[in-house]
């Protein structure tokens, strides 16, 4: 499900975003120091009850904007994480379109998302390992001018018009790295930058800014490619940088809180997460949402056999599940008031599965769109929970590895999700590997609450790792 956070043969800046190491040494302007105490565990990730009192009904309904309105660092953060966004699905669009330009070859084509899965695995969890070591700033500093860099590389083999296929696989692959080893540091800075009890609305925001960039990115950078060639979207998404740039620079230091001895350990990070049910669970319940419920590589056969459609109807299926992931995080005012984040996250993964089952089981081209919306607003109400529960929950100076593990996951479980639907589709037919799919999240979802019935009462006034 968190296909959204990440999917990404050009990944943008994750918000999926510091503090001093400690207070005395804060500065005025800094969270930890005034506006955005340092989240702790026993301050759990509930709303508060006199702001939710106080609220107008429509207030309530719509997106919680307090983050932004109350944190200057993270309203920077995300303003500029917002627009870069949109320039990196840009520059995806553009990638792609250059390497079909040069070789007429789909699999060519196809080739792209490889050369950026093996990065983004490898240097995810060391990326994470990083982020618990070194001031997260720094590292969100050097991955943003990386990925700015690479952006100003692509648009100089445009406008030079060398037309080699070789390096734009490598401009993907270094993108990839510097995104996978820079990201889980961005990630591991929210919890630094507001307080607690807004982490819930925060990840909400985040997802808005997300899908604005997967709807808004492949439209404009369509249009722009179309008018003005590749380079137009390269050069959009070079210059879209300095917003990230601007607003990392503007942080404070920020190095992992808590005592360490040595090195972080990717190891150590995955036996932490082995030794914490909640966080694993929560973990599980998306992986099987990704394996089991995601037929993205089955639209374009749905496309003709469903709906006797051609691409068109393969970009409206594609869109769908972002639309719904737009309209769910900006109608996600609510979220701030659920305590029973656990239960939260199983309802809406065991919502995706339905509701792709139902999209494999009716034909109608309207109603199909309206299933896969559907599917992407769960996606978005399971990420809200799933970040705050591993924000709140697990230690500071874990963060940054558990972000690694998730960008693995997030880059995984999708690929294996292709091999599964696809298989299943081969040995029968796309509307059964469809239907058996989303039928088999649902199925995992009741196996993991059967498994650990603790999940369920997972509360975040009294988060539990």
Known sequence: MSNNQHSTPSPSPAPFGSAPSSPSSASP????????????????????????????????????????????????????????????????????????????????????GIFSLVPLVVFGLYGGAIADTVDRRRLGLIGSAGLAAVSAVLAAQALAGLGLVAVLYAAVAVQAGFFAISSPARSAMIPRLVPSHQLPAANALNTVSMNLGLT?????????????????????????????????????????????????????????????????????????????????????????????????????????????????ALFSGWVGRVHRQGVAVLAAVAAWGLAIAAFGALHNLWLGLLLLAVAGCADTVSMIFRNTMMQVAAPDEMRGRLQGIFIVVVAGGPRLGDFESGTVAALTNPATSVITGGLACVAAVLLLAARRPAFLTYDARHPTP
Do not use: C
């Open 29 to 112: 302007s800094s969270p930890s120091a005034s506006s955005a105490p340092l989240s702790s565990p026993s301050s759990g990730g509930g709303p508060e009850p006199e702001a939710a009192a106080d609220s107008a009904w429509y207030r309530r309904a719509f997106a919680d904007l307090s983050p932004l309105r109350d944190h200057a660092d993270y309203r920077r953060v995300w303003a500029g994480q917002a627009v870069s966004s949109i320039g990196q699905q840009m520059t995806a669009v553009a990638v792609s379109v250059q390497v079909y330009d040069l070789t007429g070859s789909a699999f060519a084509t196809g080739l792209v």
């Open 216 to 328: 808004v990115g492949p439209m404009l950078g369509g249009v722009l490619i179309g008018a003005y060639g590749p380079q137009a979207a390269y050069l959009i998404d070079t210059v879209a940088f300095t917003g990230t740039l601007y607003a990392m620079w503007r942080l404070p230091a920020m190095r992992p809180l808590g005592d360490r001895k040595g090195r972080a350990s990717v190891l150590d990070g995955l036996r932490f997460l082995r030794e914490q049910p909640n966080l694993r669970t929560s973990f599980l319940a998306d992986l099987a949402a990704m394996v089991f419920g995601m037929p993205r590589a089955l639209f374009p056969a749905i496309a003709v056999t469903f709906y006797g459609g051609d691409a068109g109807t393969v970009g409206l299926l594609v869109s769908a599940p972002a639309v719904g992931a737009l309209v769910g």
